[in-house]
């Protein structure tokens, strides 16, 4: 994995901008998620190859951001495709040929990489190639919410939208267009939490404190204090941990 490792970081230096904050920020957003990803493949116990493939992903899958931050100079999701343009850079240019790595996982890699970013997986997946989507799925989120807590650009002081509401209390995947204001975005990475697909996922997320760094790092209203503290309970009830509400 060190190896893999290299590669992808020559790949970036050589390629991309360093002292760009953007470039900077999604490498190291990549390598964070690499290594959840292998956190989370021991979890699910799997073989030696699948820990290294899983990996592998981590790496993979946000490649199409640093063309993006060069086309646009921002990430936007609804504008640019970057897991289809990950897999852009990994099989139409030929970077997976840097890796060793089995001809016969080329597709597992193609879809997890290309449904990572996606509002719903499809339904026609194999249950190998839905496995590594989920984790990359998984992983990605979780570190998205600690770069986005980070930025401290988050709030729950604005009115929410009805729907992004609903979509959350249902487990629905919420529809990025439908984000009307930095309060639809909290109950976004609320959701994250609230709907990880692995339950090792969740032990990841609880270890890492990533929904009390939630509770202490959102400001809210007053008026909107009740409707947090619901969605927070929320995330408690349905993933069965002891984080307790701390305001």
């Not at 290299?6 to 390598?31: A, C, G, P, R, W």
Request: aromatic share 10%.
């Amino acid at each position: 994995m060190e190896n893999d490792l290299n590669i992808f970081s020559d790949y970036v230096m050589s390629n991309y901008d360093m002292q760009n904050k953007l470039i900077n920020e999604k490498y190291t957003h990549s390598i964070r998620v690499s290594m959840l990803m292998i956190d989370l493949a021991l979890r699910l116990d799997l073989s030696d190859e699948d820990v290294r493939l899983a990996f592998q992903i981590g790496l993979f899958h946000d490649l199409g951001r640093f063309k993006e931050v060069i086309r646009n100079q921002k990430f936007n999701n609804l504008i640019f495709d970057h897991g289809a343009y990950s897999n852009k850079i990994l099989f139409n240019d030929g970077f997976i040929n840097n890796f060793d790595i089995d001809e016969n996982d080329y597709l597992t890699i193609r879809k997890a990489v290309y449904f990572h970013n996606k509002k719903d997986l499809d339904n026609h997946l194999t249950e190998r190639e839905a496995l590594f989507a989920n984790m990359i799925r998984d992983m990605d989120k979780l570190d998205v919410i600690n770069v986005v807590l980070k930025k401290k650009i988050l709030s729950f002081t604005k009115k929410h939208n009805r729907e992004v509401l609903a979509n959350y209390f249902k487990s629905e995947t919420i529809d990025l267009k439908n984000l009307k204001s930095p309060t639809d975005r909290v109950i976004l990475y609320l959701s994250f939490l609230k709907d990880l697909h692995f339950d090792e996922s969740k032990e990841i997320a609880e270890e890492r404190h990533d929904l009390n760094k939630m509770i202490s790092g959102i400001p809210v209203s007053y008026d909107n204090k009740e409707l947090f503290d619901h969605l927070v309970s929320k995330i408690n009830t349905e993933n069965h941990n002891k984080v307790k509400i701390k305001r």
